[in-house]
C-alpha cells in the first residue's frame, strides 16, 4: 500500500463503525469515511476498510436499536412489532430489498438483510461473489465487531492509527443475548441473511489467518493492546 494513497472506512450500519469514525477524526493525517455510501470503484487507488459483524448479531442489534432510538424514522412503527413479527417481515420476499423512504415500514429489509453484501458489492444484496472480489483486490484489511481489540491493532498496523484506549459508540443497551432468543427466529435470521453469513465466515478466516501471520514480538503487542483496552457489545 502507498503512503499516499487515501484511505476509506466504508461505514456498515451496527458494526462498531462510528467508533472507528471517532477514532479516524482524532488522526493527524486525513482518513476518508462512506457513511450510508457502498462500495464503488474510482478513478484513483483508494485503500479501503471496514468491519463486519455476525449477521445474527447484527439484525437483532438493528431491531433493539430501532425501538430505544426515537430519532429512528421508524421508531414509533416498531414499537408495536415483536421481534417474531419483525423477523417474519424481513423474510418476506415479496418485499423488494432496495432502498425505500425512511419512514417505510418496507424499509426493514434492505437495512436488515444481506446488508454486508449489499456494502460491499457495491449495491447488490445477492451478489457475494463481487463483495468477496472487492474485499480481496481493494480492503487491505476487514475487522471483525467480536474481534474488536484485534481488530484494531492490525489497523494501527496497516495504516499507523495513533490508538490509546477507545470507547464503543452507539451502544444499543437493554438488548437479550443472541443466546437468549429462540432457535427458531436466529435460523430464519440466518435463512434470510445467507449471503452475509458466508461472507462473514469467509472474512472471518481471512482474518484469523492474519492473526495467525503475526511474529512472536506482534503478538505480545496485542496481548499488552488487549490488556489496556476496555471494550463493550453494540
Not at 151 to 158: D, E, I, R, V
Amino acid at each position: 500500500m502507498k503512503e499516499e494513497q487515501p484511505i476509506c472506512l466504508i461505514h456498515i450500519p451496527k458494526t462498531g463503525g462510528k467508533t472507528l469514525w471517532k477514532i479516524l477524526k482524532k488522526q493527524p493525517e486525513t482518513y476518508h469515511v462512506w457513511h450510508k455510501k457502498m462500495f464503488k470503484n474510482l478513478d484513483i487507488p483508494v485503500s479501503f476498510f471496514t468491519m463486519l459483524r455476525e449477521p445474527v448479531d447484527r439484525v437483532l442489534s438493528t431491531y433493539y436499536y430501532i425501538r430505544s432510538y426515537e430519532a429512528d424514522p421508524l421508531y414509533d412503527q416498531l414499537q408495536n412489532i415483536t421481534l417474531k413479527e419483525f423477523v417474519d417481515y424481513i423474510g418476506n420476499e415479496q418485499i423488494e430489498n432496495i432502498r425505500y423512504k425512511k419512514r417505510d415500514l418496507k424499509s426493514l429489509r434492505p437495512r436488515s438483510v444481506n446488508l454486508a453484501t449489499r456494502y460491499l458489492s457495491g449495491g447488490d444484496p445477492n451478489a457475494l461473489k463481487i463483495a468477496k472480489k472487492n474485499i480481496k483486490k481493494h480492503f487491505p484489511i476487514v475487522g471483525l465487531t467480536d474481534m474488536y481489540p484485534e481488530s484494531l491493532f492490525l489497523m494501527k498496523k496497516k495504516f499507523n492509527l495513533q490508538l490509546s484506549s477507545i470507547t464503543i459508540e452507539n451502544k444499543t443497551d437493554n438488548r437479550p443475548s443472541t443466546e437468549a432468543i429462540s432457535p427458531d427466529l436466529i435460523n430464519k435470521i440466518k435463512k434470510t441473511n445467507h449471503n452475509d453469513i458466508l461472507l462473514y465466515e469467509w472474512a472471518k478466516k481471512r482474518f484469523l489467518n492474519e492473526m495467525e501471520s503475526l511474529s512472536k514480538l506482534e503478538r505480545q503487542e496485542l496481548q499488552n493492546w488487549i490488556a489496556k483496552t476496555k471494550t463493550l457489545s453494540e
